[in-house]
């Protein structure tokens, strides 16, 4: 898989992607100037952890069930964590990934 699409996969930006091939998180080949990716396996690594600001936020959010007084970007942000949230097989997993993902790159 290009790394282009890689990035929709994983839930990344594209820019994060080449930088997760560099760290080794992701197995990729080089044909060209593509990166082409071997192994979309999901892991906590290559989630981002969520802040203290982006945690509160995302908490009041779904506690008061809505978005109203957030900022802009917060809100964009918030309403994107949501809608993975739902989708997600396993929601609290993937909050308990998130807040765990801050707590080891904070002792990194």
């Known amino acids: ?8 996969a994983l839930g ?18 080089e044909v060209g100037r593509d990166w082409h ?9 290559l ?6 600001h982006s945690r ?3 908490s009041r959010a779904q506690h008061r069930r809505r978005l109203a007084g957030l ?7 918030t309403a994107k964590r949501i809608a993975e949230l739902h989708a997600s097989d396993n929601p609290a997993a993937m909050l ?4 765990e993902a801050h707590n080891r ?3 990194i």
Request: with cysteine; proline share 3%; hydrophobic share 40%.
């Open 1 to 8: 898989m290009k790394d282009q699409l890689a990035n929709k």
């Open 12 to 29: 990344v930006t594209v820019r994060r992607v080449p930088t997760l091939i560099r760290q080794r998180k992701l197995k990729a080949y």
């Open 37 to 45: 990716v071997e192994d979309l396996e999901l892991c906590s690594a």
């Open 47 to 52: 989630h981002r952890p969520l802040y203290e």
């Open 56 to 58: 509160l936020i995302l």
């Open 71 to 77: 900022r802009d970007q917060d809100r964009k942000r």
């Open 96 to 99: 308990i990934d998130r807040w």
């Open 105 to 107: 790159a904070h002792w």
